[in-house]
């Protein structure tokens, strides 16, 4: 069973200025509760036993919570304002030894995503649910369960059948490969999302829809709003079940 878990956390929060010129944006609390601290105490609760955080900008908050918890390991990416997401995870390279859930530090989301999520037997698998309509949908392609593609802007060809949800399982062959493609890029502007891609016609990702799982990323003002009278009232109307 998967143990290591990885958060991305390095980002500037520069859609939400309101929040992230005090605090990165995992430290945004809905409820009395950050989000980076209630994905903690899931992850932990599903049993999982070693956590990596990605840090980078105000990378000293996510620095602290080690005090809180013993499994968490911080790596900073000291180039976090001129690099994409995958260079946050490249830089962990030393670190990872194993299988992992991959997970982004800004959502908000039901437990059921991580428990459903473990469940799973195939190594590779991303969590997706019914459209947000957000205004900020990372829609997926896929064929058959298995990830053709990832993309904000799929093209008229493309019929995209779920939004992604920022929650995966990776296995460290795929991450190894996804490293090695990396490697090869002319640039370090590259979300971990066009490593998928790039690795989804050899490797089989999987795509697995919940449906109507309550979650959201919060990356502006519009996705605070609904994160609170939304989404955080139905987490806790599937928590009381």
């Known amino acids: ?27 945004i609390e809905i409820n009395g509760v ?7 105490k899931i992850l932990i609760d599903e049993g999982i036993s070693k956590i990596y955080i990605g840090t980078g900008y105000k990378s ?20 976090y304002s001129n690099t994409g997401s995958f260079h946050t995870l490249y830089i ?43 205004g900020d949908e990372v829609y997926v392609v896929g064929e058959n369960q298995r990830l053709k593609k990832l993309t904000k802007s799929p093209n008229k060809f493309e019929i995209y059948e779920s939004e992604f949800t920022g929650i995966s399982k990776i296995s460290l062959q795929l991450y190894k490969e996804m490293c090695k493609k990396y490697d090869d890029f002319d ?15 050899e490797y089989k990702i999987y795509t697995k829809n919940l449906k109507k799982l309550a979650w959201c ?14 989404v955080s009232p139905k987490i806790i109307e599937n928590e009381k079940v």
């Open 217 to 230: 990323e919060i990356d502006n003002n519009s996705h605070y709003v609904r994160a609170v009278e939304e």
């Open 92 to 134: 962990l390279n030393n670190h990872i030894k194993e299988d992992f859930l991959l997970l982004e530090s800004d959502l908000l989301y039901d437990k059921v995503a991580i428990s459903k999520l473990l469940k799973e037997k195939k190594d590779n698998v991303i969590i997706s649910s019914d459209f947000s309509n957000s």
């Open 1 to 27: 069973m998967t143990k290591l878990a990885v958060i991305l956390a390095a980002g500037l929060g520069s859609r939400i200025k309101e929040f992230s010129i005090l605090k990165p944006k995992g430290f």
């Open 60 to 79: 000293d908050f996510y620095d602290k919570l080690k005090n809180k918890y013993p499994c968490i390991t911080t790596v900073k990416n000291i180039d």
């Open 187 to 201: 640039t370090s502007k590259i979300e971990y999302e066009e490593l998928l891609n790039s690795c989804a016609p």
């Open 34 to 40: 950050s989000l980076i601290e209630r994905s903690i």
